[in-house]
């Protein structure tokens, strides 16, 4: 079998759950030293667990994405360990549906630190090591909500948008130098944190409705379904790979078609 990510340094953010985690194991599983980071210890050695137990490798590196200082201690020493680093996969991110007018600042601020200044910050952070080797690639979770009108999200839609015009920016000013980066911008995908969430919709329902708000999202997919984290983690893996030399500064919907039935209405 090919092992499309061989010799490859790859950093994950988020690594501990959902998409992170999925990522985390393909990215091993194509040969990749994976560091694994999430801020909470234990899911990011569950994740670093599962890549061994598959013959992969990899470490932990505990550390809060929101804050600039940890982030660039946690590339720094990545760097020196490993001696070289490859892939940045700014993958943290999320937000829970309320309305604008109801999204205090402070929750304002929450949001965009955890969905966009943590890219920021690791993609500062990692970007003199790539421009040094003259060879790095970025790739950044955004989301159909960065995209397209989506109700409840709005301080997460911007941040999201927001995230993509930096990866592009990227992509051409450093490109020449060996630098990729682009953004991967998933549908609803069944991570545990979403289907708690959309079951929590329906426990708070009062009527009665003959679908769950599970079934009610499917039909809302093109293809029938929500994705999973494998979903993702496969075009992440291609986005990351060499085979995706040309792709630079790319923003890929992985969403069963909803971004295509939206911006054609
Ligand atoms: N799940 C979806 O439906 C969906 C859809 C579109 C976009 N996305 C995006 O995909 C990315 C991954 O989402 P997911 O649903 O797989 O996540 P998840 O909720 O399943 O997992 C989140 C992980 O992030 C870790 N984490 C939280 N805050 C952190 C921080 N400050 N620093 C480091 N780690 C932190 C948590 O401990 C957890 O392990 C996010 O950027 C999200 O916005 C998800």
Redesign the pocket.
């Known amino acids: 079998m090919s092992k499309r990510l061989e010799k490859k340094i790859a950093l994950i953010?988020?690594a501990?759950?959902?998409?992170?985690r999925a990522s985390a194991i393909k990215f091993a599983r194509e040969g990749a030293r994976v560091i694994v980071?999430?801020?909470?210890v234990d899911?990011a050695e569950q994740t670093l667990a599962f890549i061994i137990e598959q013959g992969g490798q990899g470490e932990v590196m505990v550390?809060?994405?929101?804050d600039q200082q940890a982030v660039e201690k946690m590339v720094k020493q990545s760097h020196q360990a490993l001696g070289q680093l490859d892939i940045v996969f700014c993958?943290?991110?999320?937000s829970l549906p309320s309305a604008y007018a109801e999204v205090s600042d402070d929750e304002f601020e929450t949001i965009y630190a955890?969905?966009f200044r943590s890219v920021h910050y690791c993609i500062k952070a990692a970007l003199p090591i790539m421009l040094a080797q003259q060879s790095g690639t970025f790739l950044c979770?955004s989301?159909?909500a960065g995209i397209n009108y989506s109700p409840g999200l709005a301080a997460y839609g911007a941040a999201k948008a927001g995230l993509t015009s930096l990866a592009r920016s990227i992509a051409v000013e450093y490109g020449s130098q060996g630098i990729r980066a682009n953004v991967i911008a998933?549908g609803?995908?069944e991570?545990?944190?979403?289907r708690a969430w959309l079951d929590s919709l329906d426990a708070k329902q009062t009527e009665k409705t003959t679908q769950s708000t599970y079934q009610q999202w499917c039909e809302h997919v093109p293809v029938g379904r929500l994705g999973n984290?494998d979903d993702i983690a496969n075009a992440a893996v291609f986005l990351v790979s060499d085979e995706a030399a040309f792709v630079n500064g790319v923003l890929l919907p992985v969403d069963g078609a909803i971004h295509a039935k939206l911006s054609s209405a």
């Open positions: 953010t988020a501990g759950a959902g998409i992170g980071n999430d801020i909470n899911l550390a809060d994405v929101t993958n943290a991110g999320g955890l969905n979770t989301s159909g998933p609803p995908i991570t545990p944190s979403l984290a």
